[in-house]
């Protein structure tokens, strides 16, 4: 029996540093979802952000790339005290996609975005992906916490309200057919004053770490990548073969893999390996998906 003890995982090539992460928080959200691979909770009494230094610095450790998208992710990332500071800055850069819950954004929040987007003439577009897990209010809550969907979808509203273009992110959790979640989220935004394309709805399966393995199951012994897993797929399709993610403990090559040190691909920028081996089960997840889980579908190349 083959085991992951006993083959060698198979890598990833950085094939186009275009897509940067910024994590900007490990521990701080507003909600406590069931899902969570980062086990983030409003509880937490720890407030650990990524410093504006860190940011700068990464920046500026890869000046001359063409980025395509830098996202902001967290945790909530809208906690962060330095927020608009910090889109104000990825603006100049490149196009900057935020990854919220939504709950922070009401109609003045939403007004003061725009306005930054603005200010850069709209040279940079700023994109939104807000967290679902289902167009039924019910199942949604269920995961994510009573209350989450009716403000999840304010926040939509408020955003179409402002001319932007938001997105839905769902974690397809019961495993439930793809198009059928679809027209259900479609709805929503139609609803909403938005006529919507297949972009404005991303659909993911759950990664079986974190608050989902406490609450569900983990990954089984022989949920691994092999080469016969990946079979004639591309490796193009993995996250890692475009973006790195930078974190308060270092450089990773995927947002899944911030809390596991076999993610871990150097401490700056400057100094990450361009190799990511494929050695854990998350890496599994993003195998079966067969295309981006993180990145922005359209920014690749």
């Known amino acids: 029996m083959v085991t992951q003890l006993s083959f060698k995982a198979p890598c990833v090539e950085l094939k186009m540093f275009n897509n940067l992460w910024f994590q900007l928080s490990d521990v701080n959200c507003n909600l406590k ?12 009494k720890i407030k650990s952000f990524l410093g504006m230094e860190k940011i700068k610095n990464s920046l500026a450790d890869i000046e001359g790339n063409k980025l395509d998208y830098i996202y902001l992710t967290g945790g909530e990332p809208l906690l962060h005290p330095d927020i608009n500071s910090i889109i104000r800055l990825c603006l100049k850069k490149a196009n900057v996609t935020i990854l919220s819950n939504g709950i922070l954004i009401n109609d003045k929040k939403a007004r003061f975005l725009r306005q930054i987007e603005q200010e850069h003439n709209n040279e940079h577009e700023l994109v939104f992906k807000i967290s679902l897990d289902h167009y039924n ?3 949604n809550d269920d995961i994510r916490g009573k209350g989450s969907f009716k403000k999840a979808v304010a926040a939509i509203q408020h955003l179409i309200n402002y001319g932007f273009n938001p997105i839905i992110n769902c ?7 793809v198009e059928e979640l679809k027209e259900g989220f479609l709805s929503i935004l139609n609803k909403c004053g938005l006529e919507p394309a297949e972009f404005n709805v991303n659909i993911i399966p759950a990664l079986k770490v974190g608050e989902y393995a406490k609450n569900n199951e983990g990954y089984k012994d022989e949920e691994f990548v092999t080469e016969k897993t990946l079979a004639d ?14 974190t308060a403990k270092g450089v990773y090559s995927c947002p899944a ?16 390996a361009t190799k990511t081996f494929l050695e ?19 920014a690749l190349k």
């Open 233 to 246: 797929q591309s490796t193009c399709r993995f996250d890692c073969a475009y973006s790195r993610v930078v």
């Open 33 to 44: 979802c069931k899902h969570c691979y980062l086990g983030c909770q409003p509880t937490t």
């Open 137 to 139: 209010e019910q199942k």
């Open 280 to 298: 854990t089960s998350a890496c599994f997840t993003c195998n079966l998906h067969n295309k981006p889980m993180f990145n922005n579908e359209w």
């Open 171 to 177: 974690v397809n959790l019961w495993n439930e057919d």
């Open 257 to 272: 893999l911030v809390n596991d040190p076999r993610g871990k691909v150097g401490n700056t920028l400057k100094d990450s």
